[in-house]
């Protein structure tokens, strides 16, 4: 197959892009672009607290986020997956950092998915989905316990956006658990201001081998439409996630950052690629 002119300016575009998104002496100017941008569109960066959950500011701002929204582009229509890789990586490094505020990995890469899921709200996305714990990774003990404990603690009250679990969550026999997990997603679905052209996935206890064979179980079987998987800490596998969905040309992209080191510059960078290839390379 002959490449055109424009396909072959394009791939070159592309190959800059990735060096931006990928170029990490370029990172501290994605964080102040991305500090600039929260400044002036994210009415509010209240830290997580061991009580609150997910979007609390959102909440709390609705009518400023939804507004916004409406005129947001740059992920317009667009289904995101993140694997969250690399926490305890960037917990090792950054620890005794002046500029680390948190004092566990857990609410580092907590805040971090509360940061992208705003991002992608306000800039048009259909879905934001996260990885947040495998199957494997259970035997983690003293993380997972603390994942688990602040679920279970967590004052959850309406919702702003449709918010969904999927794995399985019986491995853990926790009955306080899954109701809490059951009550998450029913106050995201009956919440007054629920803006229901938006949605939140948690893969939390999943794998792709064991959870993507009952079609029939809701709670392990995922099979909504996915645009792109972004995997971040440089690590270039899937770890057992969504190979139905890749195999049948969901784009991947695997990126050198960690993932609390994330920037929405990046993203934004990473969803005009995909726009490009989708437009004049597929």
Same mark, same amino acid.
């Given at each position: 197959?002959?490449?055109?002119?424009?396909?072959?300016?394009?791939?070159?575009?592309?190959?800059?892009?990735?060096?931006?998104?990928?170029?990490?002496?370029? %990172?501290?100017?994605?964080?102040?672009?991305?500090?600039?941008?929260?400044?002036?569109?994210?009415?509010?960066?209240?830290?997580?607290?061991?009580?609150?959950?997910?979007?609390?500011?959102?909440? %709390?701002?609705?009518?400023?986020?939804?507004?916004?929204?409406?005129?947001?582009?740059?992920?317009?229509?667009?289904?995101?997956?993140?694997?969250?890789?690399?926490?305890?990586?960037?917990?090792?490094?950054?620890?005794?950092?002046?500029?680390?505020?948190?004092?566990?990995?857990?609410?580092?890469?907590? *805040?971090?998915?509360?940061?992208?899921?705003?991002?992608?709200?306000?800039?048009?996305?259909?879905?934001?989905?996260?990885?947040?714990?495998?199957?494997?990774?259970?035997?983690?003990?003293?993380?997972?316990?603390?994942?688990?404990? *602040?679920?279970?603690?967590?004052?959850?009250?309406?919702?702003?956006?449709?918010?969904?679990? *999927?794995?399985?969550?019986?491995?853990?026999?926790?009955?306080?658990?899954?109701?809490?997990?059951?009550?998450?997603?029913?106050?995201?679905?009956?919440?007054?201001?629920?803006?229901?052209?938006?949605?939140?996935?948690?893969?939390?206890?999943?794998?792709?081998?064991?959870?993507?064979?009952?079609?029939?179980?809701? &709670?392990? *079987?995922?099979?909504?439409?996915?645009?792109?998987?972004?995997?971040?800490?440089?690590?270039? &596998?899937?770890?057992?996630?969504?190979?139905?969905?890749?195999?049948?040309?969901?784009?991947?992209?695997?990126?050198?950052?960690?993932?609390?080191?994330?920037?929405?510059?990046?993203?934004?960078?990473?969803?005009?690629?995909?726009?490009?290839?989708?437009?004049?390379?597929?």
């Amino acid at each position: 197959m002959t490449l055109s002119y424009k396909q072959k300016i394009i791939i070159k575009f592309i190959l800059i892009l990735e060096f931006l998104i990928n170029n990490q002496f370029i %990172l501290p100017f994605h964080m102040l672009i991305s500090v600039i941008y929260k400044w002036l569109y994210f009415k509010s960066d209240k830290k997580l607290s061991k009580t609150n959950f997910l979007l609390d500011d959102i909440k %709390l701002d609705f009518k400023h986020y939804y507004n916004l929204r409406q005129t947001g582009t740059a992920l317009k229509n667009m289904n995101l997956v993140f694997i969250c890789d690399g926490n305890r990586r960037w917990f090792k490094k950054n620890k005794d950092s002046f500029f680390n505020t948190y004092s566990d990995i857990k609410m580092i890469g907590l *805040y971090k998915i509360n940061e992208m899921v705003k991002y992608c709200y306000l800039e048009g996305c259909d879905s934001a989905s996260f990885y947040v714990l495998g199957i494997r990774n259970l035997k983690r003990g003293g993380i997972v316990t603390e994942m688990i404990d *602040y679920i279970k603690n967590i004052d959850v009250l309406d919702l702003p956006v449709k918010i969904r679990f *999927y794995g399985n969550i019986e491995l853990l026999k926790d009955e306080k658990l899954v109701s809490k997990i059951e009550e998450i997603e029913r106050r995201s679905l009956n919440s007054d201001f629920n803006d229901k052209s938006f949605k939140v996935n948690l893969f939390f206890v999943y794998n792709y081998s064991d959870c993507d064979q009952d079609v029939n179980n809701k &709670r392990l *079987y995922f099979n909504d439409q996915v645009d792109m998987i972004i995997r971040t800490s440089g690590e270039k &596998r899937l770890s057992d996630f969504l190979a139905r969905q890749v195999s049948n040309g969901t784009a991947v992209e695997f990126i050198d950052t960690y993932w609390p080191d994330l920037q929405l510059s990046q993203l934004y960078l990473l969803g005009q690629k995909y726009l490009l290839e989708e437009v004049y390379l597929n």
